[in-house]
Antibody
Framework: LLLESGGNWVLPGGSLTLSCAAS????????MTWVRQAPGKGLEWVAG???????FYADSVKGRFTISRDNSKNILYLQMSSLRVEDAAVYYC?????????????WGRGTVVTVS | DVVLTQSPLSLPVTLGQPASISCRSS???????????LNWFQQRPGQSPRRLIY???NRDSGVPDRFSGSGSGTEFTLQISRVEAEDVGVYYC??????????FGQGTRLGIK
């Protein structure tokens, strides 16, 4: 089970940190991903926390967003700064079902970020 | 970046009839290990996405066998043999062969006629 939190309304230029609490999976052993969905739009991959501590970002958020994880607490984070109107979306965290694949397999319910 | 183009974007189907969704990639999705990292997701109204198919044709646990995936290279298809009311939603293909970034198709909205 993945449960996101931290979504809120924020002014353009502001900052926000999202959290994703994982239960029922061996969190430390699996890559994790953030994917977002703007209102009425499709899915957009945002960032991945892969094995060996490597992280990857979409060009649209590089330098503004930071993905991190606390394996002792089974929590994934997404620190967002310099937020733009176009960052408004439902943000989903997702876990990989395989340790050698850094993609979204199991998804949480999402948390809403509003930027205006 | 790899562009995935789905068609049709809207698919009205009669209950009990088959449905087919196409996903075309801007480049071959065969990875150096020989695998093809092309997955299909279903997003029912008001819900988060759920993976149905992974690596082209492997059905996830709990997914009805009326769902099947096929394809190779740059052309992929999700088929539903007999559409049921619970299948209403948006379907997305996704590639993880050439990443970052992981990319998704635009989505196909399946509805009931």
């Amino acid at each position: 089970l993945l449960l996101e939190s931290g979504g809120n309304w924020v002014l353009p230029g502001g900052s926000l940190t999202l959290s994703c609490a994982a239960s029922g999976i061996t969190f430390s052993g699996f890559p994790m991903t953030w994917v977002r969905q703007a209102p009425g739009k499709g899915l957009e991959w945002v960032a991945g926390s892969c094995n060996s501590g490597t992280t990857f970002y979409a060009d649209s958020v590089k330098g503004r967003f930071t993905i991190s994880r606390d394996n002792s607490k089974n929590i994934l984070y997404l620190q967002m700064s310099s937020l733009r109107v176009e960052d408004a979306a439902v943000y989903y965290c997702a876990a990989s079902l395989s340790s050698d694949w850094c993609g979204p397999d199991i998804w949480g319910r999402g948390t809403v970020v509003t930027v205006s | 970046d790899v562009v995935l183009t789905q068609s049709p974007l809207s698919l009205p189907v009669t209950l009990g009839q088959p449905a087919s969704i196409s996903c075309r990639s801007s480049q071959s999705l065969v990875y150096s290990d020989g695998e093809i990292y092309l997955n299909w997701f279903q997003q029912r109204p008001g819900q988060s996405p759920r993976r149905l198919i992974y690596k082209v044709s492997n059905r996830d646990s709990g997914v009805p066998d009326r769902f099947s995936g096929s394809g190779s290279g740059t052309e992929f298809t999700l088929q539903i043999s007999r559409v049921e009311a619970e299948d209403v939603g948006v379907y997305y293909c996704m590639q993880g062969t050439h990443w970052p970034p992981i990319t998704f198709g635009q989505g196909t909205r399946l509805g009931i006629k």
